[in-house]
T-cell receptor, first 116, second 115 residues
Framework: AQSVSQHNHHVILSEAASLELGCNYSYGGTVNLFWYVQYPGQHLQLLLKYFSGDPLVKGIKGFEAEFIKSKFSFNLRKPSVQWSDTAEYFCAVNAAGSGGYQKVTFGTGTKLQVIP | GAVVSQHPSRVICKSGTSVKIECRSLDFQATTMFWYRQFPKQSLMLMATSNEGSKATYEQGVEKDKFLINHASLTLSTLTVTSAHPEDSSFYIC???????????FGSGTRLTVV
């Protein structure tokens, strides 16, 4: 079974600071990787996803993530955060290549607070 | 884009009663629906996977007689919490694979409080 670990539970940054949220996964096979965001009072939205190809994935709102297979990591980055990025961020993984829709396993989430 | 409509958003019920949560896929067919539960300050935990026209698959430790899932059509999946107890109070979220490329669309969630 797969598992996901997010080490930062709560991150506080000033506007314009750079962001990196850590995500490590555990799974013996090929994976698909996701980052989801949940803004206050809203539902989960997909930020970006990695299935194959270029390990550097660009998502919406200036976010990107890099898949490093040797480290089982998929860290989320943004060079300059804005107050509107205040939200909870979830890393997620599912098994790839086995056909059909595979269940997604989520990390515990990281609350990002951006101070104006 | 693909939208999953989840209702109700909040419900308060008395201990011993049952509560039904609905998730509808709008503008696309959801042959599969995932049901998650989120405890405060914890991650989303998968409870079960429902497939249209067949029995749901429950994760280990989830009581299938307590959390009844019905996926009777390609656009509707329901979760019924039967004989609810205060420990069932939680945030329940459904999720369906969107059209095509493994993007999963989430409902807005249901905050269940059992008193």
């Amino acid at each position: 079974a797969q598992s996901v670990s997010q080490h930062n539970h709560h991150v506080i940054l000033s506007e314009a600071a750079s962001l990196e949220l850590g995500c490590n996964y555990s799974y013996g096979g090929t994976v698909n990787l996701f980052w989801y965001v949940q803004y206050p009072g809203q539902h989960l939205q997909l930020l970006l996803k990695y299935f194959s190809g270029d390990p550097l994935v660009k998502g919406i709102k200036g976010f990107e993530a890099e898949f490093i297979k040797s480290k089982f990591s998929f860290n989320l980055r943004k060079p300059s955060v804005q107050w509107s990025d205040t939200a909870e961020y979830f890393c997620a993984v599912n098994a790839a290549g086995s056909g059909g829709y595979q269940k997604v396993t989520f990390g515990t989430g990281t609350k990002l607070q951006v101070i104006p | 884009g693909a939208v999953v409509s989840q209702h109700p958003s909040r419900v308060i019920c008395k201990s011993g009663t049952s509560v039904k949560i609905e998730c509808r896929s709008l503008d696309f067919q959801a042959t599969t629906m995932f049901w998650y539960r989120q405890f405060p300050k914890q991650s989303l935990m998968l409870m079960a996977t429902s497939n249209e026209g067949s029995k749901a698959t429950y994760e280990q430790g989830v009581e299938k007689d307590k959390f009844l899932i019905n996926h009777a059509s390609l656009t509707l999946s329901t979760l019924t919490v039967t004989s609810a107890h205060p420990e069932d109070s939680s945030f329940y979220i459904c999720s369906a694979p969107g059209a095509g490329n493994y993007g999963y669309t989430f409902g807005s969630g249901t905050r269940l409080t059992v008193v």
